[in-house]
């Protein structure tokens, strides 16, 4: 029951605030690693666009049994074979070990919001207000900045809920100080 009810106060968290945004991580622990290798078997041929290849195969003992890891890296030739074969060798390694062993999988979501008036959208603006230039909707149909008598200026749009209708006003701000905006025109 406590975890239905804190489902609840997250989501009317995230819907209460425009400024939350959802982190995701999932995180692979594996404790899972190679006992021992056989003598590792390793070829150097041309690959196409005058570049080279090393390919690399051996055994390794895991968890007491053995098992074939395979690996290659391509690249320009303009180091030794032997810094690209290693890359090849670290990725039989780890594909070996990925095939072989179940690692631990964790996944942790964390909701970040902030109660920053600043970087909230303005909503029923009129002519003279003044916000960050963040809080105005970009026009979607003309999204370049303009000069107008020397200062900088861009397209805005505002979607209004009214009478059970959507209207969606367009208008002109124009820079006035160091990011902040002010409405010069709106219809």
Same mark, same amino acid.
């Given at each position: 029951?406590?975890?239905?009810?804190?489902?609840?106060?997250?989501?009317?968290?995230?819907?209460?605030?425009?400024?939350?945004?959802? !982190?995701?991580?999932?995180?692979?622990?594996?404790?899972? &690693?190679?006992?021992?290798?056989?003598?590792?078997?390793?070829?150097?041929?041309?690959?196409?666009?005058?570049? %080279?290849?090393?390919?690399?195969?051996?055994?390794?003992?895991? %968890? #007491?049994?053995?098992?074939?890891? &395979? +690996?290659?890296?391509?690249?320009?030739?303009?180091? =030794?074979?032997?810094?690209?074969?290693?890359?090849?060798?670290?990725?039989?390694?780890?594909?070996?070990?990925?095939?072989?062993?179940? #690692?631990?999988?964790?996944?942790?979501?964390?909701?970040?919001? %902030?109660?920053?008036?600043?970087? %909230?959208?303005?909503?029923?603006? !009129?002519? #003279?207000?003044? +916000?960050?230039?963040?809080?105005?909707? =970009?026009?979607?149909?003309? =999204?370049?900045?303009?000069?107008?008598?020397?200062?900088?200026?861009?397209?805005?749009?505002? =979607?209004?809920?009214?009478? +059970?209708?959507?209207?969606?006003?367009? +208008?002109?701000?124009?820079?006035?100080?160091?990011?902040?905006?002010?409405?010069?025109?709106? &219809?």
């Amino acid at each position: 029951m406590k975890k239905f009810i804190s489902l609840i106060l997250v989501t009317t968290a995230a819907l209460a605030n425009d400024n939350c945004v959802m !982190q995701e991580r999932t995180v692979t622990t594996n404790s899972t &690693f190679i006992l021992e290798r056989s003598t590792i078997r390793r070829d150097v041929v041309p690959f196409g666009n005058n570049q %080279k290849k090393c390919i690399v195969d051996f055994r390794v003992r895991i %968890k #007491g049994e053995w098992y074939t890891a &395979f +690996g290659e890296h391509a690249w320009p030739g303009d180091t =030794p074979s032997s810094q690209a074969c290693a890359i090849a060798v670290n990725q039989a390694e780890v594909d070996a070990i990925a095939r072989v062993a179940r #690692g631990n999988v964790t996944n942790e979501r964390v909701l970040i919001c %902030k109660d920053r008036p600043e970087l %909230k959208t303005l909503r029923n603006s !009129q002519l #003279g207000t003044i +916000g960050d230039a963040g809080q105005f909707r =970009p026009h979607p149909d003309y =999204p370049n900045r303009f000069y107008h008598n020397g200062v900088q200026c861009r397209w805005f749009v505002e =979607p209004t809920f009214t009478n +059970g209708n959507v209207h969606m006003f367009q +208008g002109v701000v124009c820079e006035v100080q160091d990011q902040k905006w002010v409405v010069v025109d709106k &219809f």
